[in-house]
C-alpha cells in the first residue's frame, strides 16, 4: 500500500506517546529514575472533571489516573485504569502493560476534521470523553491498521491543574 493509499489522514503529527499500567505511581518513579523525566503533573480523572465518556459507541462511566510529562517537543503519559470498563482495561487483559496509544492532530488542530478523515477511512471511535469545558479525546479503532492506537484530542490534561506533581 503506497503513502497515497494510506488510511492515515494526511499531515497529521504526533503530540503525545501513552502508556498503560497497573501502577502507575511505581512507573512514574521508574520513568524518572531511568529517564530522569520529570516533573510529573498527576491527575485524577473522575466526575465532574471527566465527563460524557463513551465505550464501543455506548455511553460508559469510567476513571482512570493519569500522568503526564513534558518532553520537548512531546508529551509522555502514563494510564492507569480505576473504576469502570475501559479500552484501557481491555489492552491490559490481552497484551498487560505497555505502549498503548499515540495522540495525533490535524493541522490545524481541529478534532472534528480529525474525526472527519478517520471516518472518511472507515475507522471508528472505540472510546471517548471530555476533561473540563475544553479537552475531548477520541481513541480510534486503528490497531488493525496500525498496530496502535491513535488518539485525536482537542487539548491535553496537561493544561489543567494537576491534583499533584511528582517528584
Not at 469502570?84 to 482495561?89: D, H, L, R, T
Not at 480529525?114 to 475544553?134: Q, Y
Not at 480510534?140 to 482537542?154: C, F, G, N, R, W
Amino acid at each position: 500500500m503506497g503513502m497515497k493509499d494510506s488510511p492515515v489522514p494526511a499531515g497529521m503529527r504526533i503530540t503525545q506517546v501513552a502508556v498503560v499500567v497497573k501502577d502507575l505511581r511505581k512507573t512514574m518513579a521508574a520513568y524518572h529514575k531511568t529517564l530522569g523525566w520529570g516533573p510529573w503533573s498527576v491527575y485524577e480523572h473522575k466526575p465532574p472533571s471527566l465527563h460524557h465518556t463513551t465505550l464501543h459507541g455506548k455511553a460508559s462511566d469510567y476513571t482512570m489516573l493519569g500522568a503526564e510529562v513534558h518532553c520537548d517537543p512531546i508529551d509522555f503519559e502514563i494510564l492507569q485504569p480505576l473504576e469502570g470498563p475501559s479500552i484501557y482495561k481491555e489492552f491490559l487483559e490481552k497484551h498487560g502493560e505497555g505502549l498503548h496509544h499515540i495522540s495525533v492532530v490535524s493541522p490545524k488542530e481541529d478534532v472534528r476534521a480529525a474525526l472527519n478523515e478517520f471516518k472518511h477511512e472507515g475507522i471508528e471511535v472505540m472510546m471517548s470523553g471530555r476533561l473540563g469545558d475544553d479537552i475531548e479525546f477520541y481513541y480510534m479503532d486503528t490497531e488493525p491498521i496500525l498496530k496502535m492506537v491513535a488518539e485525536t484530542v482537542s487539548g491535553h490534561a496537561i493544561s489543567m491543574k494537576p491534583s499533584w506533581i511528582y517528584p
